[in-house]
């Protein structure tokens, strides 16, 4: 049962393109979305994230926009760089009690120079 | 400030036997989640450990078990290890059980044989 998929297990993009990574969920109950990144022989780490009561959230390159109704979610980033190559994970949780984090299968994102 | 740290960065183990993997903390956080990682998916979580008390656990059996010591650090302990626990183990620590922000370790690669 994944509750949080990432379709597109890789992406390739030109150096200072716009790379945009899509994820999907099924829990109605998910109210706070993560991206993370992850470089190899490292752990995830937090890169954005967004509460569902926003459908917009910019830091820098990255936003990620999140359509409720669609239950999807995605994250730009402008302009692409080298060292963005990495994988990125969609993950989702929900409020109250502890902080149980769902992730995605992760995207493969390669930045071509 | 140190980060999450993690013990050993591999193992080998057999079917059958018992592993016990290790977390340090960021300093001043006393939230540690662990999460399995098969290899082409995104992570799993666990369990949580808040103030040295489990609070919240996923669909992993109770061979599954851990430890939260006053001085931030933790442990994953697997008992009678199967052929599918060989996965990248990551624990993640944060400042709060609600706090929105975890930070990883760079995990321990378990392989079963």
């Known amino acids: 049962d994944q509750q949080v998929k990432q379709n597109s297990p890789s992406l390739s993009v030109q150096e200072g393109r716009i790379s945009i990574l899509n994820c999907d969920y099924t829990n109605s109950m998910f109210d706070y979305f993560l991206w993370y990144k992850k470089y190899p022989a490292e752990g995830p780490t937090f890169l954005i994230s967004i509460s569902s009561i926003k459908d917009k959230n910019e830091d820098g390159r990255f936003t990620v926009f999140l359509n409720k109704s669609a239950k999807h979610l995605s994250l730009h980033i402008v302009p692409s760089q080298p060292g963005d190559s990495a994988v990125y994970f969609c993950a989702a949780s929900e409020s109250g009690g502890y902080q149980k984090v769902t992730f995605g299968t992760g995207t493969k994102l390669q930045v071509i120079p | 400030e140190t980060g999450v740290t993690q013990s050993p960065t591999h193992l080998i183990k057999t079917r059958g036997q018992q592993v016990t993997l290790r977390c340090s903390s960021q300093?001043?956080?006393?939230?540690v989640s662990w999460y399995q990682q098969a290899l082409g998916q995104g992570p799993q979580f666990i369990f949580q450990?808040?103030?040295?008390?489990?609070?919240g656990r996923g669909n992993f059996p109770p061979r599954f078990s851990g430890l939260q010591f006053p001085n931030y650090s933790s442990e994953l302990n697997v008992n009678a290890l199967e052929l599918d626990d060989s996965a990248l183990y990551l624990c993640a620590s944060r400042a709060g059980p609600s706090t929105d922000t975890q930070y990883f370790g760079p995990g321990t690669r378990l392989t079963v044989l």
């Open positions: 450990y808040y103030r040295e008390e489990e609070n």
């Open positions: 300093s001043g956080h006393n939230t």
